[in-house]
């Protein structure tokens, strides 16, 4: 058989990654380390398109030339296990892809050691999981750009379509580009999750609304500038009902979030870069803090605390859409100032527009907004941060109000809103004149003669203190 393709890792990703592929015509080889979950593969999925091979070399003899391999294992050496498992049998200019979610480090590090062989290699960030693999997800693949056309056919039939019949997937750069840029993605799809954490936990805990009535307000929501895929399952998930013991199911489920790192990569990536991706960073912490529950429950009870009475006005609805919205803007604008610095930094000229508008379908955080994104670099692809552009500058000025009155009432009311917190720090900070930085050069030049600059004269300087400790 001479197959488009072939997909290496028959997991839940992979698996539904082959079936996209022959759902849209490709002929796919699949292939997976241990036989049985091949077998099972091909057992609960047969299709005319798909052929299942046992070993390395029948499966590398089984693709068109130059070959395509997507690879859809567990991050880590399963990746490197199945790169070397397979080049001593490529030929030059295969292409081996790799869609799991690899630190962009160890895909720059293996697109190096592939390419120097002669070969053609991707790192490909693929978001939408399960569902999205199968009937599109946004894809975005980072390697050597003269390789590309070849894979572009395959990944921009299985991508999900924006509204506007465009193709979620789009070359990103090279190396590590794709994974970057996926990185980046899961960074603030933490933070756009953590905001809309905090939405309903002032609106039950502050404003004591219930589930139902919360999941009216975000379905209304939805509606509107926040229109999107989270908010959307969040009106959803609010109003399930539990089949297991009555009641809602979201107040069965123990008050305590996983992750997977990905966030925290990105709120590391932030740190070597200095870039300030705060809301990010504070959406890792709240699911650290929240993962020591019987600390809390413990802590809960010990009088601790001391809140203060809050008024609940007519607004307050209002006020936690309108910060909700102000709050998301700050952080998709620290993540896009993410994807600038590193665009610069490992010179990848990354497309921001263009990679605003991939996440427009088949991801979790596909949203409305996202056109007021890529029409904010189409206006001025130079543009430093997003909150100078036209359209973000006027929401958050018409929104900032409402994000400073809901942090207030939340600090009086002791619920912590660190996300929304941050993201209204951010924006001061940004826009503030004296930020008390002159202080700490004085200190610094104090403790350590790290020296200072001068608002009045050019130059470096150190200043012998006089010291009365
Ligand atoms: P999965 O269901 O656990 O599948 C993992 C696959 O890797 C299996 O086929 C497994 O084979 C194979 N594998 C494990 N160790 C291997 C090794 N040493 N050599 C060769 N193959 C090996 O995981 P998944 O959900 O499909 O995820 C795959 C990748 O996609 C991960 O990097 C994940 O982070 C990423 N991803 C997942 C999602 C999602 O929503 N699930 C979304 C985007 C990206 P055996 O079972 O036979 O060991």
Not at 329 to 355: P, R
Not at 363 to 392: H, V
Not at 394 to 400: D, F, G, M, Y
Request: aromatic share 10%; net charge neutral; glycine share 8%.
């Amino acid at each position: 058989m001479n197959a488009n393709i072939a997909v290496i890792g028959m997991g839940v990703m992979g698996s539904c990654l082959a079936l996209n592929m022959a759902n849209h015509k490709f002929k796919v080889s699949v292939y997976n380390y241990t036989p049985d979950l091949t077998d099972k593969f091909i057992k609960n999925h047969p299709h005319e398109n798909i052929t299942a091979y046992y070993d390395i070399p029948s499966l590398v003899q089984s693709v068109a030339r130059p070959r395509k391999f997507f690879i859809m294992v567990t991050a880590g050496k399963a990746v490197d296990a199945v790169i070397d498992s397979l080049l001593p049998y490529l030929e030059a200019d295969d292409i081996i892809m790799d869609g799991g979610n690899s630190f962009y480090k160890d895909t720059q590090r293996r697109y190096k050691y592939v390419t120097e062989k002669g070969f053609k290699y991707f790192g490909v960030g693929v978001s939408g999981g399960e569902e999205g693999a199968l009937n599109g997800p946004a894809l975005m693949p980072g390697g050597n750009k003269e390789s590309y056309p070849p894979v572009q056919s395959v990944l921009e039939a299985i991508a999900a379509k924006a509204d506007d019949g465009k193709p979620c997937c789009t070359y990103i750069g090279e190396d590590g580009a794709g994974h970057y840029v996926k990185m980046v993605h899961n960074g603030i799809e933490y933070a756009d999750m953590q905001l809309i954490a905090e939405a309903y936990l002032l609106l039950k805990n502050v404003g004591g609304l219930t589930n139902e009535q919360i999941s009216a307000v975000f379905n209304d929501w939805n509606k509107g500038e926040l229109s999107s895929f989270l908010i959307n399952i969040t009106a959803d998930i609010l109003k399930e009902k539990d089949d297991i013991n009555g009641g809602y199911l979201v107040d069965k489920i123990l008050d305590s979030a996983g992750q997977k790192g990905t966030g925290r990569w990105t709120s590391i990536a932030a740190l070597e870069q200095g870039v300030n991706t705060s809301i990010m960073t504070s959406a890792c912490n709240a699911r650290n803090i929240s993962s020591f529950y019987a600390k809390r429950q413990q802590l809960a009870d010990s009088g601790l605390k001391q809140p203060l009475p809050v008024q609940i006005d007519a607004d307050f609805v209002e006020d936690v859409r309108r910060s909700l919205y102000a709050a998301k803007i700050a952080a998709y604008t620290q993540g896009f100032e993410l994807y600038k610095s590193a665009s610069q930094i490992h010179d990848w000229n990354l497309n921001l527009g263009e990679v605003a508008s991939i996440f427009r379908a088949g991801c979790i955080i596909k949203a409305k907004f996202l056109n007021n994104i890529t029409a904010a670099y189409q206006k001025n692809p130079q543009l430093d941060n997003l909150l100078e552009d036209d359209f973000f500058f006027s929401k958050i000025r018409e929104n900032q109000l409402s994000l400073r009155k809901i942090i207030a009432k939340a600090v009086y009311a002791g619920v912590p809103i660190p996300a929304f917190s941050n993201a209204m720090a951010y924006i001061d900070g940004l826009c503030t004149k004296t930020v008390g930085a002159n202080l700490i050069q004085a200190q610094r030049d104090y403790f350590g003669a790290h020296t200072y600059k001068r608002i009045d004269r050019d130059g470096i300087f150190h200043h012998q203190w006089q010291k009365h400790y």
